[in-house]
C-alpha cells in the first residue's frame, strides 16, 4: 500500500517559529499537521541537527532523545505513538521530515520531570535547560493567542498586518507617469506566447494586462493588486484612466516592482515556450493567496 506524502500548506523556511532565542523551522501540511522540521527540532532541544543514522533512522522505534532507559519511567503509551516522523513535500518539490509540533512540548515535559526526579544523567542537563527556556516561552506566547482568540483579536491582527503592507506600498497621492516596464518584459512576453511583437507599437492585446496582473502586480506583495484595482477604476469603456505602476510608492513600490520585474525576465530568458517559463514562475515567484504548484519527481529525486 502506498502512503501519499502530504503537501506544505502553509510556512516558509524564512518565517520559522520564534521561542525567544530558538528559531524552529515549521510548516502546516495540508491534512493541516502541524510540523516542525526535524533538524530545527533537535537542535531547539540541544541535540545535533542531524538524526543519528540519517532522517529517517528513527521511524520505527524511539528517537535517540528518549531512548535513554532513565527516562523511560517518564514517557507515556501516547507519547511513544507520536514520536514517528513525518514525511512531506515542501513547495520547492523536496521532501522533509518532521515531528508533530506537539510533541516538542511533550520532549521538554519529559525532561523537566527527570530533572525534578533527580533522574538525568549529567549529559541530559543541557536539554532541560533548553526544555525550560522553551516551555517558559511558550506559556508566553500561548497566553497571547489564548486572549487574541478569545476577544477576535486575531482576526484583526490579520486586517492590520495587510494593511501595514498596503501602506508602504500604495501611494496616497496619483505619482507622475515614468516608463516603468521595460521593452524587454513584452518583447519575452510575446515571444512566449508565439505572438507576433511589434516593437514601436503601444498597441497591445487586451489580455497583456491580465497576464501582467498576473505575471507582476499579484506576486509582489499580499493584496497589492486587489488595492489597486479599487483605486484605479474602470470607465464607462472598460479602461482605466491611470496605470498601477502610478500608485506605488517610490521608497518600497516601485523598488520592490523593478526587483519583481527583473526577476521575471530572467526567467523568460531561460525559457523557450510558455509552460516551463510559468511553472518555475509559480515555483519562484508564488502569487500570495494562491496554492504553489508542486513538482513531481522520480524515484531519485529528479524533476519530472
Known amino acids: 500500500m502506498i502512503t501519499k506524502i502530504p503537501k506544505v500548506l502553509c510556512g516558509s523556511p524564512d518565517s520559522p517559529l520564534k521561542i525567544g532565542d530558538i528559531e524552529i523551522q515549521c510548516y502546516v501540511l495540508e491534512d493541516e499537521t502541524r510540523v516542525l522540521t526535524q533538524g530545527s527540532f533537535l537542535e531547539a532541544i540541544g541535540r ?18 528518549l531512548a535513554a532507559q532513565n527516562l ?19 513547495d520547492t518539490g523536496q521532501y522533509g521530515f518532521g515531528y508533530r509540533a506537539q510533541l516538542l512540548p511533550n520532549v521538554c515535559d519529559v525532561y523537566l520531570k527527570a530533572r525534578d526526579a533527580d533522574a538525568l ?43 501595514e503592507i498596503l501602506e508602504r506600498f500604495i501611494a496616497k497621492e496619483l505619482q507622475k507617469w515614468t516608463k516603468t516596464f521595460p521593452d524587454e518584459f513584452y518583447e519575452h512576453l510575446f515571444r512566449l506566447k508565439g505572438w507576433q511583437y511589434m516593437p514601436f507599437s503601444v498597441r497591445r492585446p ?34 482605466r484612466k491611470h496605470r498601477y505602476f502610478q500608485r506605488l510608492t517610490e521608497d518600497i513600490g516601485h523598488p520592490k516592482l523593478r526587483e519583481h520585474l527583473a526577476s521575471v525576465i530572467a526567467l ?13 514562475l509559480q515555483r519562484s515567484l508564488p502569487q500570495y493567496a494562491q496554492t504553489i504548484e508542486m513538482l513531481l519527481e522520480t524515484e531519485k529525486g529528479e524533476p519530472v
Open 48 to 65: 545535533a541537527r542531524r538524526a543519528k543514522g540519517g532522517q529517517g533512522a528513527s521511524v520505527d522505534k524511539l528517537p535517540a532523545f
Open 206 to 239: 487586451s489580455y497583456v494586462g491580465t497576464l501582467t496582473n498576473d505575471l507582476v502586480y499579484s506576486r509582489i506583495a499580499p493584496g497589492v493588486l486587489e488595492e489597486l484595482k479599487r483605486l484605479t477604476p474602470k470607465d464607462s469603456k472598460g479602461r
Open 72 to 90: 523511560n519511567p517518564f514517557i507515556d503509551k501516547d507519547l511513544k505513538e507520536s514520536t514517528r516522523p513525518i514525511r512531506f513535500k515542501t
Open 121 to 163: 544523567l549529567p549529559s541530559q542537563k543541557h536539554i532541560a535547560i533548553q526544555a525550560d527556556i522553551i516551555m517558559r516561552g511558550l506559556a508566553h506566547v500561548g497566553i497571547i493567542a489564548l486572549v487574541d482568540e478569545a476577544t477576535g483579536y486575531q482576526e484583526v491582527r490579520a486586517r492590520k498586518s495587510l494593511e
Open 268 to 280: 523568460m530568458k531561460a525559457t523557450t515556450t510558455w509552460n516551463p517559463f510559468y511553472r518555475m
